[in-house]
């Protein structure tokens, strides 16, 4: 599957934005991961294949909502309220849901190209 990022940008903290993933494919559990030089890449959220059930990284629970649109194979990331440590490199991802599916593995199905988020103090 074919995964492209939109909407990053710069913003002041305490400011919005809202990521987009528009996917080639359908029925993959899909999440939002980051990354920050010298860190491995770590969950944001992930949200299975039709909705149901999301898991949020301690961090943003509260401040980012993920959600996803069926009809248009498009997964989307609200981010609310955001603080410089949000600021990093976003990824969308895009894995199977399977009997061992786990969005906390990090190297697991096809990635997006990463659109950068920064946040200003």
């Known amino acids: 599957v074919q995964l492209v990022e939109s909407g990053g940008g710069l913003v002041q903290a305490g400011g919005s934005l809202r990521l987009s993933c528009a996917a080639s494919?359908?029925?993959?559990?899909m999440g939002w991961y980051r990354q920050v030089p010298g860190k491995q890449r770590e969950l944001v959220a992930a949200?299975?294949?039709?909705?149901?059930?999301?898991n949020y990284a301690d961090s943003v629970k509260g401040r980012f909502t993920i959600s996803r649109d069926g009809t248009k194979n498009t997964m989307y990331l609200q981010m609310n309220n955001l603080k410089p440590e949000d600021t990093a490199v976003y990824y969308c991802?895009?894995?199977?849901?399977?009997?061992?599916?786990?969005?906390?593995?990090?190297?697991?199905?096809?990635w997006g190209q990463g659109t950068q988020v920064t946040v200003s103090s």
């Open positions: 991802n895009a894995r199977l849901y399977s009997s061992d599916y786990d969005p906390m593995s990090p190297d697991v199905g096809s």
């Open positions: 949200i299975t294949p039709g909705g149901g059930s999301t």
């Open positions: 494919g359908s029925g993959f559990a």
